[in-house]
Each structure stands twice: as C-alpha cells, then as structure tokens.
C-alpha cells in the first residue's frame, strides 16, 4: 500500500500553484492552433496529480477541456459551475457501485476546485488536458469576485479558495 511520500517521491512530483502535487508526464509534439492565443498549443498533455485531505485543488478555469482519471487512494470531489452557472459535482473514484466514477471531464472555461472525500486520506489522479495546458491559460479565482458570482455557494467557495498563492515547493 502506498501513502502520499512515496508516491510523491517515486513519482517525482512538485507541488501545484492550485494545491497538490503534480508531474506532467506527457506533452503532444504536434501544435494546433487556438482561437484564444498567437502561439500554438500542444494538441494534449497528461499530469499525475496528488491531493492529500486537508490540502485542495482551489478553483481555478483553463480554456481547455480537462479529463479527470482515478488511480488510487480515496474518493476526489469535483466541482465546477457550468455554463449556465449550475454548480456540478462529480465524485472521481473506484466505487462505480456506490456512483463514483473512474473519468470525467471538466469542460473548457468553467470554474472548477477539488477535494478529496475522506479525512486522512489521498487521492492520485491522472489530468489530461486537450488542447494542451499552458500556464497562460491558467487563471486561479478571487475568492471574493467569485462570491460575487455565486452568492448562494459561498461556503463552498470559502473552503475551496485561498487568500494567496501557492509557492511552487
């Protein structure tokens, strides 16, 4: 059975500006165009990303579609605000018998955060991100701007944000 260090030693990771840990493990050589930027992105990249309980993925957006895969650990709970400003929430686990499920995909532009569901636990997952991620595209939320927006998940948001940035340890 493996815990948090060692997977993030053997896995190499560093931690994420949103919270957890991360390595990118794979970058598309071939570029394609998007309507939002100059240069060109990878037409996909995949993560290893690890949340412990306790620590969070604070809610961020990327302009691009993020799938979401469990590998091991306990039960992540995401969450985003659709298009339509609907808050959707996922649990991403192996229990498909109790409704959790091994993938899902965040869609490009919305608000997203994540958690894992069980105290004293850890959840490592894969991201893949199509087109690619790139840092530019990456925007983390202002607590009180988002309030602003959704008055009415204020709690959530509180406990899925933070006052500052993350350092990149």
Known sequence: MHNPESYISMLQLSRHPEGGWFR???????????????EKR??????????ESGDFSSFHRIRSDESWHFYDGSAV??????GAGELCQVLLGKNVTSGEVVQ???????WFAA????????????CTVAPGFDFSDFELADRDE???????KEELI????????LSNQ
Do not use: H, M, N
Request: aromatic share 16%; proline share 6%.
């Open 158 to 165: 509180f406990s899925l944000t933070r006052k500052f940035q």
């Open 24 to 38: 990118e493990t794979y970058r598309a050589e071939l570029l394609v165009e998007v309507p939002w930027a100059t």
């Open 115 to 126: 958690r894992v569901k069980d105290p004293g636990t850890f959840s490592l997952v894969g």
């Open 146 to 152: 988002l309030i602003k927006s959704y008055p009415e």
């Open 104 to 110: 899902c995909v965040v869609p490009a532009g919305c």
């Open 42 to 51: 990878s037409a996909s990249t995949s993560i290893y990303y690890l949340l």
């Open 77 to 82: 709970e995401i969450y985003w605000f659709d």
